[in-house]
């Protein structure tokens, strides 16, 4: 064994600031709510159920690296799966969108329980990379595999009628919808955050040896953690294949790995409003830089040095921690 | 043999020695890089892309050639990654391991964004030197000479790194400072500028690597890009505690993947991540791992 420099873990200084802070959670949940109940009425509902898509993605995704201090760099690869698995099932098999959705979903659990199991049995750095490999694997299998159409992708998805009942071609269903799993995906992840699982995640973070010599199975606490992400990661894909009406290869690529990793970053590693903050900056930025072309990739890349250079604990980490003194 | 003509079956297996010899100088860097400084390179493509964009300003604007670019492109791109490494890594070690990542993650972003503005996506074309066109018949196959230069210099380059570090009193200073910074400083040498120069090392290798890649590939500002991520795969595979290892890896993998384009075409892009889960299972250290840390 190397002599290792004393370290900080990503997050362990935001969520003991967190903790402290005297702001009740319900406040900023309500202010989120009331947030996302009124601006449909004056922003273009698409911009907002991407940026509701990718809030749940990047949320799902900060379980992992802000509170099991995990850093996955393949999580486009539960986005996508379930993206193409959803779109087939609603376009080839007919079936009705709430089916669509369970079945993208459970396709991205069974995906994060192999890939987890994989990844997990190499620590540290070696976790990001084996992630970013087996992700780059799946990018080429969907670029030659029939089902998915190749550089096209599965178009014109319809919507269909939820339970028989709603019918989501009308936007203000399908908001209704996108917001109704964003915020139960929000509240699983709070709960779970929040549960003695969630304690040991951080221990597992903070200091892995000590927490295996106090009896807890690392490998079997971080699997559950990685598949809960994967999961939600995949309910994320698959309610933007039914927005978008689009399953592509743009959602398996790796530089969308990179992008959820920058809204966390963004936001806040370990901070529970911290993602979804991120994740509105960086799709509204994307709507506003389009035009720009490849400058986008720039500003990102800029972004991230930002980040890590000067504001380590991102927007919602730092206000906390103004906010506490 | 199996049916396949000798011809193709020998030209892939060139190919894939080619390949191999990219893939070993590249994991190379990354292993030395991550030796001294607990980092994982990211910006290794971004790196070795702006190699071979070096020897085509070279030769665009200065009339400089293939040789010339051979030695300026790893300098200038080692100069570039030890500034980046005084102004920006240096103030990461005290951190997490995964802050190196996602800065460097950025500035592969960042720079490969900007060759992009800059050149768009299709590829600049880059002559082959004229004392290495043409190739030898074997008998059996036609050898391009400049492949066969690629495979013999970049072995050579791997094997002198290897020397440098095993058997030199500088590679001695560099495995002790792994070993234990701290001691070494106490001894009375300058760490951090060894940190430097190992960085910029690592970065000129990528350099290297990329004028090397120049003729064969285009010069374009994405060749790092994808390249990067199998030759992550690559570094699991073999496992980053050994020089040797990383270099046969290397190599190795590059071969298997020239055979599989022989035997089974649709595999060839992913054959090496499923060596690398085929691994992780059965060998989870990595084939030259020597503790799992």
């Known amino acids: ?325 | 043999m199996f049916g396949i003509p000798s011809q193709a079956l020998l030209g892939q297996l060139l190919l894939g020695l080619i390949n191999g010899a990219f893939y070993a100088m590249l994991s190379l860097g990354l292993a030395v890089i991550f030796g001294l400084l607990n980092l994982i390179n990211f910006a290794h493509g971004a790196q070795y892309m702006m190699g071979a964009f070096v020897a085509w300003f070279l030769l665009q604007y200065m009339g400089l050639g293939y040789w010339p670019a051979l030695l300026i492109a790893p300098m200038v791109l080692g100069a570039f990654g030890m500034v980046l490494e005084r102004t920006m890594l240096r103030h990461l070690y005290q951190l997490d391991h995964l802050y190196g990542l996602l800065l460097t993650f950025g500035l592969a972003l960042m720079l490969q964004g900007l060759f992009r503005n800059q050149f768009g996506s299709s590829g600049q074309p880059y002559p082959i030197p004229a004392a290495l066109q043409g190739g030898q018949n074997l008998g059996f196959m036609f050898l391009p000479n400049y492949r066969a230069w690629v495979i013999a210099f970049s072995l050579a380059v791997c094997l002198t790194t290897w020397y440098v570090i095993e058997r030199t009193k500088l590679g001695s200073y560099l495995r002790a400072a792994t070993e234990n910074p701290t001691l070494v400083r106490a001894f009375g040498i300058n760490v951090p500028r060894l940190i430097t120069l190992t960085y910029g090392a690592g970065v000129g290798l990528a350099a290297l690597a990329g004028v090397l890649a120049a003729p064969i590939y285009q010069v374009n500002p994405l060749m790092g890009a994808d390249l990067i991520i199998v030759v992550f795969a690559v570094v699991v595979i073999g496992g980053m505690g050994s020089i040797l290892g990383s270099i046969v890896t290397g190599f190795a993998l590059g071969v298997v993947e020239g055979l599989t384009k022989v035997f089974y075409p649709q595999a060839s892009n992913t054959v090496i991540f499923v060596i690398m889960t085929i691994v992780l299972l059965l060998k989870p250290a990595g084939l030259f791992g020597r503790t799992q840390s």
């Open chain 1, 1 to 325: 064994m190397r002599a290792m420099p004393p370290q900080t873990s990503p997050a362990s200084t935001t969520s003991s600031a967190s903790a402290r802070t005297p702001v009740s959670p319900w406040y900023a949940f309500g202010a989120m709510l009331i947030f996302l109940l009124v601006t449909p009425l004056f922003v273009y509902p698409i911009f907002l159920m991407k940026a509701l898509c990718f809030a749940l993605f990047a949320c799902a995704f900060n379980v992992l690296v802000g509170y099991a201090g995990l850093l996955s760099f393949g999580h486009a690869a539960f986005l996508g799966t379930a993206g193409y698995v959803s779109a087939y099932a609603a376009k080839a098999w007919g079936l009705p969108p709430e089916l669509a959705l369970v079945a993208g979903t459970t396709a991205a659990a069974a995906l994060g329980l192999a890939i987890g199991s994989l990844a997990i049995r190499r620590q540290g750095i070696y976790f990001s990379m084996i992630t970013l490999a087996l992700a780059q694997m799946l990018y080429f299998f969907y670029l030659q595999t029939p089902f998915t159409g190749g550089e096209d992708g599965i178009q014109a998805v319809p919507r269909g009628v939820l339970f028989g009942l709603v019918d989501l071609r009308q936007p203000v269903s399908m908001y209704g919808l996108v917001l109704a799993i964003f915020l139960a995906g929000f509240l699983v992840l709070y709960r779970t955050i929040h549960s003695p699982f969630g304690q040991i995640l951080k221990a597992l973070r903070d200091n892995e040896p000590r927490a295996i010599s106090l009896g807890y199975n690392a490998d079997h606490y971080k699997l559950i953690a990685f598949v809960l992400s994967a999961t939600l990661s995949g309910l994320a894909g698959a309610t933007k294949v039914l927005v978008f009406q689009l399953a592509s290869l743009t959602d398996v690529h790796w530089t969308m790995s990179g992008e959820v990793v920058l809204m966390t970053l963004l936001g806040g590693l370990g901070t529970v409003y911290g993602p979804v903050v991120g994740a509105f900056i960086v799709v509204a930025l994307e709507n506003y830089l389009a035009q720009l072309g490849s400058w986008v990739t720039v500003v990102q890349g800029g972004i991230f040095v930002a980040c890590v250079l000067t504001f380590r604990r991102g927007i919602v980490g730092e206000l906390a921690a103004r906010l506490d003194g």
